[in-house]
Nanobody, 127 residues
Framework: QVHLVESGGGLAQAGGSLRLSCAAS??????????MGWLRQAPGKDREFVAT???????YYSDSVKGRFTISRDNSQSTVSLQMSSLKPEDTAVYSC???????????????????WGQGTQVTVSS
């Protein structure tokens, strides 16, 4: 069992930045075997892929955040982060980190790829 806990959400103005972090309750060795993703869900909408970083460090972004968001991981700390810049009101959502042993969709873009989920953290961007 892997417990994931996100932190760093909050309120930002359009054009601003926020940094999300996610800590996993497993050893660094176990953590390094997971692909880690960030997904988000806005009210009334389906869960949406944001970014993935694989066990080998390969990174994927959705087109909507490419060039604005940066995903990174620190295996020694069992953490994954999402640096969000140039925020837009449409980035408003609950952001969740998730862990997957295998990726069955390209870049881990499918929510069903992920076995473990954090509780989510709210990000609100005002115009």
């Amino acid at each position: 069992q892997v417990h994931l806990v996100e932190s760093g959400g909050g309120l930002a103005q359009a054009g601003g930045s926020l940094r999300l972090s996610c800590a996993a309750s497993v050893s660094d060795r176990a953590f390094s075997k997971f692909a880690m993703g960030w997904l988000r869900q806005a009210p009334g909408k389906d869960r949406e892929f944001v970014a993935t970083i694989t066990w080998g460090g390969v990174i994927y972004y959705s087109d909507s955040v490419k060039g604005r968001f940066t995903i990174s991981r620190d295996n020694s700390q069992s953490t994954v982060s999402l640096q969000m810049s140039s925020l837009k009101p449409e980035d408003t959502a609950v952001y969740s980190c998730a862990a997957a042993r295998q990726l069955y969709t390209y870049g881990g873009s499918g929510p069903d790829d992920y076995e473990y989920w954090g509780q989510g953290t709210q990000v609100t961007v005002s115009s």
